[in-house]
């Protein structure tokens, strides 16, 4: 059986790739395939997503910074969104009802408030992977749409434990020891090294605080991610998050195939999801107002919108403690199973127009921005610093670093993550914080000042994006890129990058001489 779904899962998810698709999508398929099929899921499938789900917000954690939570455009544009959205719903769900569509006409009003308090969440599990995906939970809009789910994690729980009536131990209380054992821990973590045991301490973290959180009755994904959080300041965390990456994605692929096995849908109840599905437009609009409200930037307040533009999961867990309890029929589980299944196609396929789509209705958008923006959007040009590096990571580092020590031209470092621009001052390097695939970044550039412009980006797709923007905006200097196979290599060139160096390539050329060097000193 578990080899079936093995198989099944990668026919489809190959087939989605094949066109062009993410082959989460495929997995959904092949959920819905094989329990059309007649096979059904068993406690192997149940295990492997629970782990997938535990370990993703485990690695979502060890990537937040807990002070993006206390801010306004998080928590009130979080709390206005559900508020605003709940009463949206209710009036479409009795506008349905007034047309007389089934399952609509019996729904009472606390029934429909309860279906739109379900449907008001965003996936975490969607939205991080399409974030990874394109590497951008570090962007600002990222970490807004991280902090949100983490606010909608939170309201997840209290509603979880207002309607199971479990509520948590005393000893829940005792958690906060954790924050007096801190250095005790981070000294096991230093202990641990550079090897095998790093994917081993992650898991064990994960699962160690999932069990923790669990013994003291509050939900122990919630634990995995505040355990996440309360370890991200540890230099290895980022080590840990990679290390965990592969595993987190195979763990992941039983969460998308469960969501197929939930029930064997019915034409009527397609028909009635794909009503439902309607909603998200509005979900979009709401978002995106409420951050254009407070003050954001028309790109950052559009891609976190599009990202959070779906239906969680958690919809799912409502549905089933409301078919338990007898508020709601089980066709509704079936109902709300296929809507939280397509939210997820269809924001997996819009999203990866998003920058196209920004760029097009850019104007539009634009009328809906406040003239006085955040602090954290507005941007600063150093002056007299002619070369630019875009992306501050060990590549971009060593350029800035090699730049400065032997060039006459300085050279001053851009990066779209704001807690690593801290860093980097600490450090006393010139960097800066802001997005270079955002087009009102680069027309609010004196371009003229700058003629050399290094795209330090691990991402291919990232490099062309940016190489789009600067010819839109009339770049007129240089541009360097890195690759890390040939064939990457080529695609730039040929898209017009005037000079791409093969990370592994160059690195090993730049070994070799900095190594032979050794030699010419001896003799000379």
Not at 8 to 19: P, R, Y
Not at 340 to 351: D, E, R
């Amino acid at each position: 059986m578990d080899f079936i779904w093995i198989f099944f899962a990668f026919i489809c998810g190959l087939a989605a790739k094949t066109i062009s698709l993410p082959p989460s999508i495929g997995f959904l398929a092949a959920g819905f395939i094989l329990n059309i099929a007649g096979y059904q899921a068993d406690e192997s499938l149940s295990l492997l997503s629970d782990l997938g789900i535990t370990i993703m917000l485990f690695t979502i954690g060890l990537k937040l910074n807990v002070k993006n939570l206390f801010k306004t455009e998080v928590w009130l544009g979080s709390s206005l969104h559900t508020i605003l959205w709940i009463l949206g719903t209710i009036a479409f769900f009795k506008l349905l009802a007034l047309m007389s569509i089934s399952y609509f006409v019996d729904l009472d009003l606390s029934t429909a408030a309860l279906i739109a308090f379900a449907l008001s969440f965003s996936s975490t599990v969607c939205v991080i992977k399409l974030l990874e995906e394109n590497g951008e939970v570090r962007t600002r809009h990222g970490k807004l749409a991280v902090s949100i789910l983490v606010i909608q994690d939170i309201v997840a729980v209290a509603f979880l434990v207002m309607a199971t009536g479990k509520t948590p131990s005393v000893w829940a209380f005792s958690l906060l020891g954790l924050f007096l054992i801190k250095p005790l821990v981070n000294k096991v973590i230093d202990h641990v090294g550079h090897g095998e045991l790093i994917p081993l301490t992650g898991i064990f973290l994960a699962l160690g605080s999932y069990e923790l959180f669990s013994l003291v009755n509050i939900k122990g994904d919630l634990g995995a991610l505040l355990i996440g959080m309360y370890l991200a300041s540890h230099t290895k965390a980022t080590e840990i998050n990679k290390a965990l990456m592969s595993f987190k994605d195979i763990f992941l692929i039983g969460f998308f195939l469960s969501i197929g096995f939930t029930a064997i849908p019915t034409l009527e109840m397609f028909s009635l999801a794909l009503l439902l599905v309607l909603l998200i437009p509005i979900k979009f609009i709401l978002f995106y107002g409420i951050f254009s409200l407070l003050k954001m930037r028309c790109r950052s307040a559009f891609l976190t919108s599009l990202s959070l533009s779906n239906f969680s999961e958690f919809g799912l867990i409502v549905g089933a403690l409301s078919v338990t309890a007898g508020w709601l029929s089980n066709d509704w589980l079936v109902i709300l199973a296929l809507s939280v299944s397509i939210s997820f196609i269809l924001t997996n396929v819009i999203y990866r127009f998003a920058h196209t789509l920004f760029a097009k209705h850019r104007d539009f958008l634009a009328l809906f921005e406040r003239e006085r923006k955040l602090a954290e959007d507005s941007f600063s040009q150093p002056a007299q610093r002619p070369i630019l590096i875009v992306g501050m990571g060990r590549v971009g580092m060593g350029a800035y670093q090699a730049i400065n020590n032997h060039s006459d031209a300085p050279a001053w470092g851009l990066d779209a993550d704001k807690d690593k621009i801290t860093w980097l001052a600490n450090k006393g390097i010139d960097g800066y914080y802001g997005d270079a695939e955002d087009i009102h970044f680069w027309e609010s550039l004196d371009l003229s000042r700058i003629e050399l412009v290094l795209l330090a980006l691990p991402s291919v797709q990232d490099s062309i994006t940016i190489k789009k923007l600067l010819n839109a905006v009339h770049y007129k200097g240089k541009i360097a890129a890195v690759a890390r196979y040939e064939d990457e290599r080529a695609q730039l060139e040929e898209f017009g990058i005037d000079k791409v160096f093969n990370f592994y390539t160059e690195v090993g050329v730049g070994f070799a001489e900095e190594s032979l060097s050794l030699l010419a000193n001896k003799t000379a």
